[in-house]
């Protein structure tokens, strides 16, 4: 098992605190494909913007629950890594210059620019209402050139291999890594992108595995999403790089049936070797499954 510890219910239920925090890295696509358009929130946007948006939510969200009478504390270490143009580019550097991973306090210390957000709500009688939120507009939309996916996982690798180096002998919840990209490798070959994503997985601190998950964006809405896929059975054979994706993925441990049975609308039982994977997804599922991802901010200690 390549040095993994395996899956079951002794794992991935550490809690997080000060001294045993847990780390997320967002492995986001910004190749010039994301700049077309797509429906979310009731607004047509562009890839970017959208998924820019999601990615600010949820880093909001994850601070707010590390929020404490007495300030924010350091529960996690946070990174949003965009790849595009042949190279990778860390977009938090500059709440935390010099550095891959941004704490809770450099995330929240630091003043960021709030954005107004409208979202466009249909009722059932074709009425619509629009209501409006404000969130720091920590990372900011790119879309330019290729989808070097190779070197995010590379450098996805390199950046967790040294935090969990860093918090050695501490039984702290498993990194999560969320790749998001909307199309194929531009700069590997497959069994290389495999060897990179089984060496991410590979990787644990005492508490289990690390955690990598792959969404892929919808080019047609026509197309039926695949989301946290049972088995292979639910992809289509003749696609290749759904398949691909399926391989690159982990596999959930417990902590994450719940939601995920929810989703998918089955029994809690029926969802055992779920992956950590979107094929064909929507922004809004994007969204539902970045939420099941950042599940372990419910361990909060």
């Known amino acids: 098992m390549n040095g993994q510890y395996p899956m079951n219910n002794k794992q991935y239920n550490a809690p997080i605190t000060r001294k045993t925090p847990s780390m997320f ?52 270490d946070l990174g949003v890594m965009g790849y595009f143009d042949d190279r990778t580019e860390m977009l938090l550097d500059y709440l935390a210059p010099g550095k891959d991973l941004c704490s809770i306090t450099e995330l929240t210390e630091n003043e960021v620019e709030e954005i107004e957000y409208e979202t466009k709500r249909i009722l059932p009688d074709g009425k619509y209402f629009i209501t409006s939120t404000r969130i720091p507009n920590i990372i900011h939309p790119i879309s330019s050139g290729t989808t070097p996916m190779g070197k995010a996982f590379k450098k996805a690798y390199t950046i967790t291999k040294n935090w969990i180096t860093a918090h050695k002998g501490l039984n702290c919840f498993p990194p999560v890594i969320i790749n998001i990209s909307d199309g194929e490798y531009t700069d590997t ?105 950042s599940v372990s901010i419910t361990r909060i200690g």
Do not use: W
Request: some cysteine; overall charge neutral; aromatic content about 8%.
């Open 25 to 76: 890295l967002f492995v986001v696509d910004c190749s010039s494909s994301m700049a077309d358009m797509v429906i979310f929130a009731g607004n047509k946007t562009t890839k970017a913007n959208a998924v820019s948006r999601i990615i600010n939510t949820t880093l909001q969200e994850i601070a707010s629950r590390c929020k404490r009478e007495d300030g924010y504390r350091n529960y996690f």
């Open 189 to 293: 070959t497959e069994m290389e992108l495999k060897e990179t994503a089984d060496k991410i997985k590979s990787l644990h601190t005492e508490n289990g595995n690390v955690l990598l998950f792959n969404i892929h964006l919808s080019h047609d809405t026509g197309k039926e999403p695949v989301i946290f896929p049972i088995s292979e059975k639910e992809l289509n054979k003749e696609d290749r790089y759904a398949n691909l994706l399926y391989n690159l993925s982990s596999e959930l441990p417990d902590t994450f049936f719940d939601g995920i049975a929810m989703i998918k609308g089955l029994p809690r039982t029926a969802v055992k070797q779920a992956k950590a994977m979107g094929y064909n997804s929507s922004m809004t599922e994007l969204m539902r499954m970045i939420n099941i991802g």
